[in-house]
T-cell receptor, first 116, second 117 residues
Framework: NAGVTQTPKFQVLKTGQSMTLQCAQD?????MSWYRQDPGMGLRLIHY???????DQGEVPNGYNVSRSTTEDFPLRLLSAAPSQTSVYFC???????????????FGNGTRLTVT | AQKITQTQPGMFVQEKEAVTLDCTYD???????LFWYKQPSSGEMIFLIY??????QNATEGRYSLNFQKARKSANLVISASQLGDSAMYFC??????????????FGKGTKLTVNP
């Protein structure tokens, strides 16, 4: 009964380093998304996907890449980390609203990223 | 313009009393869904309640109910009989264009609720 699994839980990077945040779900959800949470800002959408091979940008996509090669996995790549990317990152998934309009987002437990 | 506005950064309530957390939204789409989430200090996001724009009745889930006023574009969360464990951040969110629309869920900035003993 895993739900949405995010790894790692914590990460410290130096400016300019790259890394990939992993996200996997076992609920057969077509919709997957990445958010960042900063104090006083709520959750802001970075990228999202409505199915394998389909991705799109959210509110704050700059500095991040995604791909969706399978239904289960939706990794988030930081290309060249900057201190402004210090944040808590959440992966979330759901059924498409066309399938189930009241389908809520199921969230992973988050990744706390610090860029120095 | 903000799609979701939560005007109360912080709220305080006495244990066992009811509390209302405000949420207003902005959309021109007739089909949308509104969600409320709770985030305790441990950090996980917990889904509480859903209201669809075409739902005839206000949603209820246990001690949570939604005061949905469509004409005013508000979807306030009411928590009855507050408990100490209700202390958390609460987020309102909207999905526009349901039934084949954008799928994106947009969040407000949240309200921090503190329940006092």
């Amino acid at each position: 009964n895993a739900g949405v699994t995010q790894t790692p839980k914590f990460q410290v990077l130096k400016t300019g380093q790259s890394m990939t945040l992993q996200c996997a779900q076992d609920m057969n959800h077509e919709y997957m998304s990445w958010y960042r949470q900063d104090p006083g800002m709520g959750l802001r959408l970075i990228h999202y996907s409505v199915g394998a091979g389909i991705t799109d940008q959210g509110e704050v996509p700059n500095g991040y890449n995604v791909s969706r090669s399978t239904t289960e996995d939706f990794p988030l790549r930081l290309l060249s980390a900057a201190p402004s990317q210090t944040s808590v990152y959440f992966c979330a998934s759901s059924y498409l609203s066309l399938q189930l309009p009241n389908s809520p987002l199921h969230f992973g437990n988050g990744t706390r990223l610090t860029v120095t | 313009a903000q799609k979701i506005t939560q005007t109360q950064p912080g709220m305080f309530v006495q244990e066992k009393e009811a509390v209302t957390l405000d949420c207003t939204y902005d959309t021109s789409d007739p089909s949308y869904g509104l969600f409320w989430y709770k985030q305790p200090s441990s950090g996980e996001m917990i889904f509480l309640i859903y209201q669809g724009s075409y739902d005839q009745q206000n949603a209820t889930e246990g001690r949570y109910s939604l005061n949905f006023q469509k004409a005013r574009k508000s979807a306030n969360l009411v928590i009855s009989a507050s408990q100490l464990g209700d202390s958390a951040m609460y987020f309102c969110a909207m999905r526009e264009g349901q039934q084949g629309g954008s799928e994106k869920l947009v969040f407000g900035k949240g309200t921090k609720l503190t329940v006092n003993p």
